[in-house]
């Protein structure tokens, strides 16, 4: 997508010099720099999820067999956790 973004701004870059085009060129700009946004955030929200994920594997893996031996820290930053999901 990057690249076609690229060739894209730069083609559209071209038409800015003829003045009826200069609005809608911007308005196109614009919502290419937004899609790009969304998808940057996307990427970002998708690496956020794996780390978590495998924090959580972790903790499960190191807690195997013992979970009625956990500090009551652990269980308590669990619940938060858990809190933080969307109603």
Do not use: Y
């Not at 010099?17 to 899609?35: D, H, K, N, Q, Y």
């Not at 495998?54 to 809190?83: A, C, S, Y």
């Amino acid at each position: 997508m990057t690249t076609t973004a690229t060739a894209l701004t730069k083609e559209l870059s071209n038409m800015s010099f003829f003045p009826p085009a200069t609005a809608a060129v911007s308005i196109v700009l614009l919502i290419l720099e937004t899609v790009q946004s969304v998808q940057n955030n996307k990427e970002l929200c998708f690496r956020l999820v794996r780390r978590c994920a495998r924090i959580l594997l972790h903790i499960n893996e190191q807690m195997e067999g013992r979970w009625d031996t956990v500090p009551p820290t652990l269980i308590t930053n669990l619940e938060k956790f858990q809190d933080l999901k969307a109603p």
